[in-house]
């Protein structure tokens, strides 16, 4: 049995507790995490079985003025160490014979977490549908205006020309007219819009 293990696994933003409990188990069966790559490849090594429990963190102590070394130092003088970052996420873990994470309440500690998995998701979101809306507006800016800038264009107009003779030059006029108007009508978008 070799020393590392590569697991692929998926677990969405809302899983985290999922996620904590699998890392906890792969732990207890003496595979201890030593990094996650994309959010779906897990490298372990083999050590001793049950040595260390998991736990996933959003930080916003970031917002408070703690910058990030200073936050992992403050963990680690608690006995906490910091495997790996993933995005924002962070994994941690303690040896078990320390006893469990400490938290304030259970329930306010998992509503707290789950906020802000449900806001990293959002802000999340947010920013790929940003990208997705200049990215279809690329498109579709570039697709418009001259007949040569889509192949769609391009089969339309010869499939145009060998049914109706001689309005070649009618149907590029038209066809430029609505497009260059198309084009205005998004470029306004843009402008307003973002």
Known sequence: MGTTKKVWNFFTIAQWEEEEKWLSDMARNGWNLVGVNCLLRYVFEKGNAGEYIYKLDLPDNLEHGMDESAYCNFLAECGI????????????????????????D????????????????IRTLSTLLRVFTLLLLGVNIGGVGTLISSLASLITFREYTSHVKGKTAQYIGLFSAFNFGFLIVLTISVIIFL
Do not use: H
């Open 81 to 104: 160490e910091v495997v790996c970052k993933q995005k924002q996420w962070l994994y941690l873990r303690k040896r078990a014979a320390d006893g469990p994470f400490a938290e304030k």
């Open 106 to 121: 259970d329930l306010v500690a998992k509503l707290q977490m789950t906020n802000k998995a449900y806001d990293y998701a």
